[in-house]
């Protein structure tokens, strides 16, 4: 089910995921509308798909689905969505010099002529510019959240999207949908990858094909290793992508070349890691040679100190507490595993 309208009220909102209880007006009614709405503001036009649900206690509300913000068609719509408070810089005495002046060529103005808002007292070309950067911004994101909900992501990730790629981001993402498993969390690689066969991306893509395999190496490192077998690499590769095995072994020379993978030859096998997890695991062995080091650190008397620093902070420390620090106390190196609420 669609509804077209205009959010007014907004009820609750959770700003860590956008998860917003509002009230939504269309032209018969307003409505309760439930749902996951990040970067929108009351005054926003909206088109919303989703049901009608009754909740037990709070009777009848809209639980989005999707959504699609929409330009504001009317100038009272422009005027009201200026003065919202999503464009940087202005307000609603602003907001109404701006469309009495500009009118139908309002957001024209603002999108491709700004330093005409210079003839309105009290806007500089400095601010004339943050003005229409800050509505471009926003356009852009609304444009962002509409491509990817084509492809089940969710609008979240429009605003890092934006961020990292600016107004060229659709672009961007067209050419290499894959650079999207680097910025969402929780999405499927095998998602993002329909998403880029849809596109028109070829099966053997060099750029599907390195995705495929940086992937592979990420699902061993879920799985507490940092490194596997390049011949079970492959063998995953091949098997996910469907692509042929020179296919594969010509993208392990571009990613090496490139400083993104490390493969390591040990007793005739060849392993491969992730770049950054070979170079953590280098820095790791080398902070364990520490332990062979004089332990210059060494507090005589640990009992005794701790006691003075219990009495002076007026904190009494469990007995894994002291166990903890007294390792700490013998050894140059400690690996403590465990959350601070076992102690």
Not at 305 to 311: D, P
Request: net charge neutral; glycine share 6%.
């Amino acid at each position: 089910m669609e509804l077209i309208g205009e959010l007014q009220t907004i009820i609750y909102r959770n700003e860590l995921n956008g998860y917003t209880i509002a009230e939504f007006e269309t032209t018969d009614e307003i409505t309760t509308v439930t749902g996951y709405l990040p970067f929108v503001n009351s005054g926003d036009n909206l088109k919303l798909i989703g049901n009608f649900i009754e909740h037990k206690e709070y009777g009848i509300q809209f639980k989005i689905e999707t959504f699609e913000k929409l330009m504001p068609q009317t100038l009272k719509a422009i005027e009201k969505y200026l003065a919202s408070g999503n464009i940087k810089g202005v307000g609603e005495a602003t907001a109404k010099k701006i469309v009495k002046l500009f009118g139908e060529e309002t957001v024209k103005i603002l999108k491709t002529e700004p330093y005409k808002l210079e003839k309105i007292r009290g806007i500089s070309k400095s601010k004339a510019l943050e003005i229409s950067e800050s509505f471009i911004e926003n356009w852009e994101v609304w444009q962002i959240v509409g491509f990817l909900e084509k492809f089940g992501i969710g609008a979240e990730y429009a605003k890092k999207v934006f961020d990292l790629y600016g107004v060229n981001a659709i672009e961007e993402i067209e050419a290499n949908p894959y650079l999207l498993l680097d910025i969402t969390r929780g999405i499927d690689f095998k998602q993002i990858d329909k998403m880029a066969l849809d596109l028109g991306m070829e099966y053997s893509n060099e750029k599907r094909v390195k995705s495929g395999i940086k992937y592979g190496l990420i699902r061993c490192t879920n799985n507490g290793h940092s490194c596997v077998l390049k011949e079970n690499l492959i063998n995953f590769v091949i098997d996910l992508l469907k692509v042929s095995k020179e296919d594969v072994e010509n993208n392990f020379i571009n990613l090496k070349m490139k400083n993104e993978i490390v493969i390591e030859k040990r007793d005739n096998e060849e392993w491969v890691y992730l770049y950054y997890f070979y170079t953590t695991e280098k820095d790791i062995t080398r902070i364990i040679k520490l332990q062979k080091a004089k332990n210059i650190k060494k507090i005589k008397n640990i009992d005794e100190e701790l006691k003075r620093v219990e009495e002076k902070t007026k904190i009494e420390l469990s007995e894994r507490q002291k166990q903890a620090i007294e390792l700490v106390n013998e050894n140059n190196v400690v690996i403590i595993t465990g959350r601070a609420r076992n102690w």
